[in-house]
């Protein structure tokens, strides 16, 4: 069995153990989840200790074929290249964190909450590693099942169902078109293996079609104005391990998408919409900075900062040269890192006084000064200060921008100075200030738990920030590969 196979099973066998516990140990199954998600962490590092980085062909191969089992044929093929494989180690770091995040505030179906989060991994580790395009459609709309429990039995406030189902609707409303340009490519080609289909040409025409037919499902997800208005609600009606779950991986999926299949399988029209992206991303950009300067919500002002975060990614991914993308999935791995980081800081504010209005909070520098000092840090990460991941995926991705269209990058980077302002008037209001005693009114630092929960975020933003070449090594070769196929 190859590693991608046990990634990929071993969640599902995490999942059939806490089927046979009783409901009334809620510990003995959180436990048994916590060290089903970290025995996958563990070997999904070994993807990266044995990934060979001069090569840029898809490795650890894997294929599964239904023929033997039923009348019609379905071949599951998994491999990953230097651009997954990082994508499927920070799914299965993050789904811990998730656990351990909700370790106490988590009372209500504890096994099916569990569940639902290894169910979930198991699914986002097969969206990245399938070479599939049609295997590929049915795990990335199978991700929507368990987040859409997340958020709807698991959610804070009382619109969270209304907030499943907008999450729920947009993303499959968008993702029907692309179902419907996989069956013409499939219908034109005879396959849906991937390989094959990097080496298919296209008509100009049906290019533009099965282009914007992919793009309605990616920018869904990604997302890029004016498809956005579902993530802000979503966000702030689910709990603060669905939002970590959402803002690490599941907005990762879109961009995934447009540099997976977009990009090589379409070049003529990829360069055709190239300016569609451009406008789309700077006024995304632009407008979710903005707005998020006129936030109250706390979860809502990370989640407009995603937003705007996200289409600095689209931005260096239609660059269409090496610094761009390769500063797009730095940016996007930094984001992974970040955003959750920051949405870990608020369910710990949260868990403590029951309220994300930013108006009832000041002073947190007093009461919580090592929180304080982690907020103040993930909130620079957040507006790329140097030193910090953030900052050499923006860079790459002007460096990459500019190439091309000068002008747009000046744009974009206005995004940089917008996202000062909000993120250092989000810390003034909160960290300083006279405490208000009739709601702060006593020490309430991190414990423990959840101090070491957010240490390997500082670490790991650190090393990215001043040490990217293991990162950049690895997808350079694939990244190259996939340029010479967009040409």
């Known amino acids: 069995m190859s590693l991608i196979s046990t990634l990929l099973i071993l969640p599902l066998v995490g999942v059939l153990i806490l089927l046979f516990v009783p409901n009334w140990k809620p510990q003995l199954i959180r436990r048994i989840a916590l060290n089903t998600s970290l025995l996958t962490f563990l070997i999904s590092l070994l993807l990266w200790i ?85 295997v590929f459609y049915i795990f990335f709309e199978s991700v929507l099942i368990p987040m859409f429990v997340i958020i709807g039995v698991w959610g804070s406030r009382e619109r969270k169902i209304r907030a499943a189902y907008q999450f729920f609707l947009y993303t499959l409303l968008g993702s029907v078109f692309m179902l419907l340009a996989i ?69 990762k999926l879109g961009t995934y998408g447009f540099l997976r299949f977009s990009i090589p399988l379409f070049p003529f029209a990829t360069f055709y919409f190239t300016p569609l992206i451009y406008t789309l991303s700077v006024l995304a950009i632009i407008y979710t900075s903005l707005t998020t300067l006129r936030q109250i919500d706390l979860k809502k002002i990370i989640a407009y900062s995603s937003v705007a975060h996200m289409n600095f990614v689209t931005l260096g991914l239609f660059s269409l040269n090496t610094q761009g993308i390769e500063g797009s999935i730095l940016l996007m791995l930094s984001h992974g890192l970040v955003s ?50 953030s900052f050499i995926g923006e860079f790459l991705v002007l460096t990459g921008t500019y190439q091309n269209n000068s002008f747009v990058a000046m744009l974009a980077a206005t995004g940089m100075v917008l996202g000062a302002a909000y993120a250092l008037w989000l810390c003034n209001r909160l960290i300083y200030g006279v405490i208000k005693p009739h709601f702060i009114n006593e020490w309430s630092d991190v414990t423990r738990r959840e101090f070491w929960m957010l240490a390997p975020f500082v670490v790991s933003i650190i090393w990215m920030g001043v040490y990217p070449e293991p990162f950049l090594d690895v997808m350079h070769c694939s990244v190259s590969n996939l340029i010479s196929h967009g040409m």
């Open 340 to 389: 959750p980081a920051l949405f870990l800081c608020i369910g710990i504010l949260y868990d403590r006084h029951k309220t994300r209005l930013l108006r009832y909070y000041a002073g947190c520098g007093r009461t919580m000064p090592i929180f304080a000092f982690l907020f103040v840090f993930f909130t620079m990460a957040n507006i790329s200060l140097p030193g910090t991941s």
């Open 50 to 134: 044995e990934f060979d980085s001069s090569t840029a062909r898809f490795q650890f191969f894997e294929t599964f074929s239904t023929t033997e089992y039923s009348f019609s044929s379905l071949n599951f093929l998994f491999g990953i290249d230097g651009i997954s494989l990082f994508f499927i180690i920070l799914t299965t770091f993050l789904i811990p964190v998730c656990l351990l995040v909700s370790w106490t505030s988590i009372q209500a179906y504890v096994k099916e909450y569990c569940i639902a989060f290894l169910i979930l991994e198991s699914l986002m580790i097969a969206v990245f590693s399938v070479l599939d395009l049609l």
């Open 183 to 251: 069956l013409l490519i499939y219908f034109q080609t005879g396959t849906t293996d991937l390989e094959i289909l990097y080496c298919s040409n296209f008509s100009e025409t049906r290019q533009i079609f099965l282009w914007l037919a992919f793009f309605a499902s990616f920018a869904v997800k990604v997302p890029m104005v004016p498809v956005h208005i579902w993530l802000p609600e979503a966000h702030v009606e689910a709990p603060t391990a669905g939002s970590v779950i959402l803002a690490g991986i599941l907005l």
